[in-house]
């Protein structure tokens, strides 16, 4: 059932509410989220900052797009869970841990060589499994590290990149469009709605509500208020099915609203070089996967976005070349254009990559660069939409640096002053948590909280070494019991 309060904004429950929070009524559902602005984090900018240059890039990226169907994407989805399953499996036989977020560098660094390789890309508009033959040398590097061995890392990066192109291989049989569509099963519940697309409910994607009606809202104004809701739940289907393959939430963890508003506050910025439909507080974004973010209001690629005038955040990846390229790009923009045009980069501070070197020498700083520690500040975390609003932050797992880049006249239009720095500090500052990554991680990851239990079970079995176990007890009773019958029945006789 639908809530009646919902509507004019008069809801008391929020999230918790028994009754569907119905996203048909964007106006509507705009003046519940201001209304209850003090008792709820504001998850996203819904304010309009439609330009027609941000409208023709998203229609651009739109049309680049191949189409996107549940079934191809539960199959990519398969295949990608089945080379971490790979990867797992022959680090435990070599008796390794698996290196803490190799297997999301190696899918990032294997984007970034297809975009300069072109030609040797056997599925083109693959924008997710490894595309190419070719051996990622960072990824034998880090498994290397890991205790690895040079030839059984080369030999292992090498059966993944096959495996890679063997499912794309069977995606590229089963994708045949409209004639094996299966209808999206939807259950909303008090504060979580679930997603599948078969009748066995698997895979199952989970969703907190006011993440469902953050994506509503975004797919209707992608869509100039054209309401479909079967098209919907299908693009939602497909948009959680892709990030849940990529997982790496840390890769997808987000400045806070305060540290955003901050930024539009005093600096004007109204859009992110790198974000998701998921995790981005501004409603137009450049994101990895525009065939699935594009129904949402992304541009694409930061990659292959070219603006020339504009204020934007930019907070990649942390992967170092990734951010070498961002700056790379970064650069040729703020070359090519006269107008205003600045950057706020958010980076770990990683002072021996090239990407900082970069960031520190280049013209176009602004001013100093501002640093927090890690225990000084914290993210929104890439998992913030599976959790409830009170486990949306994440703390920092490294010191964080933001830069300003921004070319003559964008220095005159959006000067960083003190008042500036000021409300980063204090955004930055009111982001941090009280635990610390490590607890974090433990209580948010199941598979290391289990890691953690085996030293409590095994004190308590030493403890209880000596005590019955409940089979020994209940087989003394009966012994007991039976000894007590016979003398009963011999005092009778």
């Not at 990683?350 to 070197?357: A, G, P, R």
Request: glycine share 4%.
């Amino acid at each position: 059932m639908t809530c009646r309060f919902f509507a004019n904004g008069t809801c008391k429950y929020g999230d918790d509410c028994r009754f569907l929070h119905t996203a048909e009524h964007p106006e509507a559902t705009a003046r519940h989220t201001t209304s209850s602005h003090k008792s709820r984090n504001l998850i996203w900018d819904k304010r309009d900052t439609d330009t027609p240059a941000i409208l023709e890039a998203l229609r651009t990226a739109g049309s680049k797009c191949n189409p996107v169907d549940p079934v191809t994407e539960v199959a990519r989805h398969t295949t990608c869970r089945k080379l971490r399953n790979t990867l797992r499996t022959a680090c435990a036989k070599i008796g390794i841990k698996v290196p803490l977020l190799c297997f999301e560098r190696w899918l990032c660094r294997c984007k970034l060589y297809e975009r300069d390789h072109p030609d040797e890309v056997l599925a083109p508009g693959e924008l997710l499994l490894p595309s190419t033959p070719w051996i990622d040398d960072a990824f034998l590097r880090d498994l290397q590290r890991g205790g690895c061995t040079a030839d059984a890392a080369r030999a292992l990066v090498n059966k993944l990149t096959q495996q890679s192109l063997r499912g794309l291989e069977r995606m590229r049989q089963i994708h045949t469009g409209e004639a094996h569509q299966h209808p999206i099963s939807v259950s909303r519940q008090r504060s979580i709605t679930t997603l599948a697309a078969n009748p066995h409910g698997k895979p199952l994607m989970v969703i907190n509500n006011t993440h469902y009606v953050k994506l509503r809202l975004m797919f209707n104004r992608r869509h100039d208020g054209v309401s479909n809701e079967a098209i919907f739940q299908t693009r939602l289907f497909c948009l959680l099915l892709r990030y849940d393959a990529l997982h790496g939430h840390g890769y997808q963890a987000a400045v806070t609203e305060r540290g955003f508003e901050a930024m539009r506050t005093t600096l004007d910025v109204q859009f992110e070089c790198f974000a998701s439909p998921l995790n981005c507080h501004f409603a137009w974004h450049c994101s990895a996967f525009p065939d699935t973010d594009n129904a949402f209001g992304s541009l694409g690629s930061f990659f292959d976005f070219h603006p020339t005038t504009g204020s934007f955040e930019a907070n990649p990846p942390y992967i170092p070349e990734i951010m070498s390229s961002m700056t790379d790009h970064m650069t040729a923009l703020l070359l090519a254009s006269e107008k205003p045009l600045s950057f706020v980069v958010v980076v770990p501070v990683w002072e021996e990559c090239e990407y900082w070197k970069a960031l520190v020498e280049s013209a176009f700083n602004a001013r100093s660069h501002l640093v927090w520690t890690a225990e000084a500040h914290g993210f929104c975390d890439g998992a913030q939409h599976t959790r409830p609003a009170h486990q949306r932050y994440r703390p920092s797992s490294f010191a964080t640096a933001i830069f300003f880049w921004q070319n003559s006249a964008g220095a005159k239009q959006w000067p960083v002053n003190d008042s500036v720095v000021e409300g980063l500090q204090v955004a930055m500052k009111s982001s941090a948590t009280s635990s610390d990554i490590k607890q974090f991680e433990v209580r948010n990851h199941p598979e290391l909280q289990k890691r953690a239990i085996p030293d409590r079970v095994h004190t308590s079995r030493i403890a209880d070494a000596n005590a019955p176990s409940a089979n020994q007890h209940r087989s003394k009773q009966r012994r007991v019991s039976h000894v007590q019958r016979d003398v009963v029945g011999a005092e009778t006789m």
